[in-house]
């Protein structure tokens, strides 16, 4: 069992996109369960537009109003539990909160100065203290602008931030996603939207990757 969570205290940089992205890829070799525990509930939503539309997702998703519930769950038959939080800069306790009972944050931000600096902070006052490993994430990318993802990159490596080497970039059919209940897995097949859930399978094989090596890392301590 491994209890990831999106975190970032800032909101609009891709949390809740992210969260059912890698919960459906995940789902498709492993038992996943999403734990909504942001109070606006934008897993749920997600989740009721789905069934709405009569879509069938491939893991199931639950809300939450307590981070102990975490501890309580992991005693549940799932394989990852992946965990949606509050993007507001009055949560910073709540947010350490969570990250204490997970096994890996992921940080998502857009490659942009003014999302770069609740980034850090996020870091400084919610993962650092708690020593839960992590991975910044970025998200939403300009196609058009490799070097924002470079220089943003290197802004954050420069202050020793374990940066993932995929990013994400923005695409309508993910801005889209939420209305319709539809997850990557479902996405309608193109050319644009294989470009799309080839960004997130790139970043949950990257993930893997690192989970492994932390297993390992765990198991000789």
Known sequence: MRIVSVVNEKGGVGKTTSVMALAALAAE??????????????????????ENAGKELDFQIVTAKN??????MRGLDFDLIVVDTPGNLQNADLLRKIAEYCDHVILPT????M??????????????????????LLTRTDPRVPRDVED???LLTGLELNVLEPHVRSYKVHERASIDG??????????????AVGDYRAVLKVLRKQWSNEDTEGDAV
């Open 182 to 195: 539809t997850v990557v897995t479902g996405y309608e097949k193109n050319r644009m939207s294989e470009k």
């Open 110 to 113: 857009e490659p942009t100065a």
């Open 67 to 72: 981070p102990a519930d975490l501890k309580e």
């Open 152 to 154: 943003t990159r290197e």
């Open 29 to 50: 070799t492993e038992r996943v369960l999403v734990v909504d525990l942001d109070p606006q509930g934008s897993a749920m939503d997600w989740g009721s537009a789905a």
């Open 115 to 136: 999302a770069v600096r609740p980034l850090v902070r996020t870091w400084q006052d919610v993962v650092e203290p708690t020593g839960t490993a992590y991975s910044v």
